[in-house]
């Protein structure tokens, strides 16, 4: 519908992108923190005004992730198929790469970790979660015959093997640099596809556009 609305003149690419982008927000805000409200207190997650705010923003940079790499994808593919297996992929390798089924460092470094890891979205997603979920906690063990007590922060990076060099809301910030990545190279690709149909377009004649419609 995109490429017969732009073929027709109705707007550009960048009106298209600010407007699909803007008028998804109000919608997933909703799917955002209206059910991580109710996960949040089902669940018992760390309590905090400042706690849930962070856990449903990233629900609702995840959604809003997931729409932009339909966007890159559908950009690239025409076929609606080709397009939700393409999609479908590069999810399950990021939920594969993110260090929640295997520890980041059990992860095969060659390729799994250098580069899917450090690029996984849900990689930060995840260690945003948990350092929101665990930081400023303690617990008491009583392991070994005596009782001690135990930082969260020690369990996020002894257990988890979470990145402790910087703070949840550089996660955070990292998520939404790749949501505006993804818009990025959803212009790029569709500017450099338009270019290319209109080279097509010139050297076979304009009645090959029109009856491609």
């Not at 059910?35 to 005004?49: D, E, M, Q, R, T």
């Not at 479908?88 to 929640?100: A, D, K, P």
């Not at 849900?122 to 945003?128: P, R």
Request: net charge neutral; charged share 15%.
């Amino acid at each position: 519908m995109f490429k017969r609305e732009r073929l027709n003149g109705h707007y550009g690419i960048t009106a298209f992108l600010v407007g699909s982008t803007f008028s998804a927000v109000p919608y997933t805000l909703l799917v955002s923190f209206i059910p991580g409200a109710i996960v949040n207190y089902l669940s018992g997650l760390h309590k905090g005004l400042d706690n849930f705010v962070y856990f449903a923003s990233v629900l609702f940079a995840t959604v809003m992730w997931v729409e932009s790499l339909m966007m890159v994808v559908g950009s690239i593919f025409s076929n609606f198929v080709m397009g939700v297996i393409t999609a479908g992929g590069v999810e399950g390798l990021m939920i594969l790469t993110s260090g929640f089924y295997r520890l980041p460092n059990d992860l095969p470094k060659p390729l799994w970790k250098y580069p899917f890891y450090h690029v996984s979205f849900l990689n930060y997603a995840l260690q945003g979660l948990l350092k929101n979920e665990f930081e400023g906690l303690m617990f008491f063990s009583d392991e070994d015959g005596g009782a001690r007590s135990v930082g969260g922060r020690d369990i996020l990076s002894e257990t988890w093997q979470v990145q402790m060099g910087h703070s949840k809301w550089v996660d955070l910030a990292i998520m939404f640099g790749m949501i505006v990545l993804n818009k990025v190279l959803f212009f790029v690709i569709t500017k450099c596809k338009e270019k290319l149909e209109h080279v097509h377009v010139g050297t076979n004649g304009p009645q090959a556009n029109i009856n491609e419609l």
